[in-house]
């Protein structure tokens, strides 16, 4: 697949690089990182990258805005996801042929051109190594997204299942050109609001039998309407981490556009992502996520972690 993949990278004139929905930095640059290398190597090829938009990762990169007519007879590649329910921006279906490159442990609904590698902490660290074992130059922008998606969906080295390899990987990037400092700066620094609100939400969340978690209700949305979701969906989780009596955390936070309840779901070592399949999701054997109708489900959801930990300490 991986051969095929890359001749058809060969073969098509335009090239629509999609990625899952609201973007963490390991959707945006692998998507980005990507585009970098093949418009360095193809310069009179039409790349393109779409999708929605987030402020937290300006920094890294913009999207394209591109007329349909441009899916004609194009390539898509899609980064990150293999779901079409999360990909951002389904015109990938008016593509001529589609892939996806992803690492996580769910199968696609979008094509059989799957690609994926769940040994790989980022889609980043899949698509440095393909791409290298293909003969691509990755050149220092490339690496600087590449990096930031590596170190991000790593939790700063910490995850993976093969970390001698996502070293290995973060130091070749490095030798690329990749920028770390540039990365952190961005990502790692807050404002001051931002630090009172992540206080808010330190306040708040509950605890029971070792699981932690936030039930974010529209009310409590609502209290932050210049945040994006993300912010607190995801941003919020942090909160919870790194804390000795807490083995799971989950973030239950209500989506106003969706009238669903988006669930991201986080543990230090008990593998988590059957119940976030059961639920729909999926994603890492520990960080993963899904969505449900109501809180009511997100109830059961903690008794079955709690069950888990159970388990583990029986």
Not at 157 to 177: C, D, P
Not at 183 to 200: H, Q, R
Not at 232 to 237: A, D, E, N, V, Y
Not at 266 to 291: E, M, N, Q, W
Request: proline share 2%; hydrophobic share 40%.
């Amino acid at each position: 697949m991986e051969k095929l993949l890359f001749e058809k990278i060969k073969e098509y004139q335009t090239i629509i690089i999609h990625r899952h929905s609201r973007p963490d930095l390991d959707a945006l640059g692998s998507q980005l990182g990507l585009a970098y290398v093949l418009k360095e190597a193809y310069p009179d090829k039409k790349i393109y990258v779409v999708g929605d938009t987030t402020k937290k990762y300006n920094f890294i990169g913009s999207m394209d805005n591109i007329n349909d007519d441009e899916y004609n007879n194009a390539l898509a590649i899609i980064c990150d996801v293999a779901v079409s329910a999360m990909v951002s921006d389904d015109r990938y279906k008016l593509a001529k042929e589609v892939f996806v490159i992803d690492h996580h442990r769910n199968a696609s609904d979008i094509t059989e051109n799957h690609l994926c590698n769940t040994s790989c902490v980022a889609c980043c660290e899949y698509l440095t190594n393909l791409l290298l074992e293909n003969g691509y130059i990755i050149n220092s922008e490339a690496a600087t997204c590449f990096y930031g998606g590596l170190v991000t969906d790593s939790g700063r080295f910490m995850y993976g299942e093969a970390l001698a390899n996502t070293f290995m990987t973060a130091s070749r990037l490095v030798e690329f050109g990749a920028n770390p400092k540039y990365i952190y700066d961005n990502i790692y620094v807050e404002t001051l609001a931002d630090s009172k609100m992540k206080a808010f939400f330190a306040n708040r969340y509950e605890i029971k039998n070792g699981v932690a978690y936030l039930k974010n209700t529209k009310e409590i949305m609502d209290m932050y309407p210049d945040k994006e979701f993300n912010d607190i969906s995801r941003g919020m989780l942090s909160v919870m981490s790194g804390i000795l009596e807490i083995s799971i955390w989950c973030n239950f936070t209500y989506d106003s556009n969706k009238d669903a309840v988006i669930c991201e779901f986080r543990s230090r070592s008990i593998p988590i992502v059957d119940v976030a399949k059961k639920y729909g999701g999926g994603g890492h054997l520990l960080a993963c996520g899904c969505t449900i109708p109501d809180f009511d489900v997100a109830g059961k959801i903690i008794d079955e972690f709690i069950s888990l930990i159970n388990k583990e300490n029986a």
